[in-house]
């Protein structure tokens, strides 16, 4: 099988796993894991923020994040399709008490327009008695959008809208690393103004498990208090910390995806395939029945998910230029499209 499905089934390399077997330890949440302090105080400094929280999941900490920004009952944006809509089974509701609201991508895959953004908040104030909004979330890259970017220029002026409207702002930055490899630039600059950001060690970097929260010292404070709540206090947790330190090594690994990302869209495209013009490594593709495609490309030996409504195609480090040639001959072979 050549899996495609996401770049999250990578498996440790050898390097990684000598470095978790190696790896300083201590008990994380009586006296603080040494290596685990390294990676968020490496982290931090990375995504240019003050301090910076490991969890065990990119979806913890983006509840982390929620959880300290909301108030129970406040209304929150977040672009549609973001995976704290829609992958994250309703958690920014159940636990840290949000009424979600979603913004249109209309100005562009992933990106609302800060027009869209003002007028989804409504009225700075309102009477005690209406829904108020109090919290915005970005992603970059926005996975249902087909790993599209937010150029730090429209960050600048979303994140500008949100704070001339009192909101904060949080970045759910899952892959950041991925659009800051495809921008050539360091992820801090796709980063400020935020009050919070994620970022994950497992999506693209090749970590097991992994992710940070980041944000200003006093919010990591309350964000380590909501991670214990929610069941993250991992003991010895500098064994996964080492393997998230190895993934950090990989970033510049990423331009591979990209480039084998590419080649997967125009390859398809040449086959007939309607498909996106990858900005990192997810292709999505449209198709008339995309259960029945999915079903035909597992009889190729080659997996892939649906995502919005499309079929989605994700390069990652344990697939090679070669084996993305070799899916394009399997499906030109099977006539799939």
């Known amino acids: 099988m050549i899996d495609l499905r996401s770049d999250t ?7 990684m796993r000598a470095a978790m077997a190696s790896a300083d330890v201590a008990d994380n949440v009586l006296d603080g894991d040494p290596t685990v302090a390294e990676l968020e105080e490496r982290t931090a400094e990375l995504l240019g923020m003050p301090a910076a929280l490991w969890t065990p999941t990119g979806t913890m900490a983006n509840l982390v994040a929620l959880s300290v920004h909301l108030t129970r009952g406040d209304r929150f944006l977040a672009t549609a399709g973001a995976h704290v809509l829609n992958n994250e089974l309703g958690s920014a509701a ?12 209309d100005a562009g895959p992933g990106r609302p327009s800060v027009g869209a953004l003002n007028e989804a908040a409504g009225p700075s104030q309102v009477p005690y008695f209406m829904l108020r909004t109090t919290l915005v979330c970005l992603e970059n890259t926005h996975n249902a959008a087909g790993g599209a970017i937010t150029p730090p220029e429209e960050h600048a002026r979303l994140v500008a809208a949100a704070q001339d409207r009192g909101l904060a702002v949080h970045l759910d930055g899952a892959r950041i690393w991925n659009a800051a490899t495809a921008l050539g630039l360091p992820p801090a600059a796709l980063t400020v103004g935020v009050d919070s950001v994620s970022a994950c060690f497992s999506k693209g970097l090749g970590a097991p498990a992994g992710s940070v929260v980041a944000g200003s010292t006093e919010f990591v404070t309350e964000a380590r208090r909501v991670r214990h709540m929610l069941g993250g ?3 010895q947790a500098g064994v996964l910390a080492a393997a998230c330190h190895r993934a950090l090594d990989n970033t510049a690994a990423l331009a591979d995806d990209h480039t084998n990302a590419a080649t997967l869209a125009a390859g398809l495209r040449e086959q007939g395939w309607e498909v996106n013009e990858p900005e990192t490594n997810i292709v999505l593709a449209n198709v008339a029945d995309v259960s029945h495609a999915i079903q035909r490309l597992d009889e190729l030996g080659i997996s892939a998910l649906p995502m919005a409504g499309q079929v989605r195609f994700v390069t990652h480090r344990d697939v090679s230029a070669g084996d993305v040639n070799e899916a394009l001959r399997r499906m030109k072979t099977g006539e799939l499209h």
Not at 9 to 15: K, V
């Open 233 to 235: 206090g991992v003991r």
């Open 9 to 15: 089934i990578t498996h440790p390399d050898t390097q």
């Open 94 to 105: 159940w636990f840290a008490g949000g009424m979600p609201a979603a913004l249109e991508h």
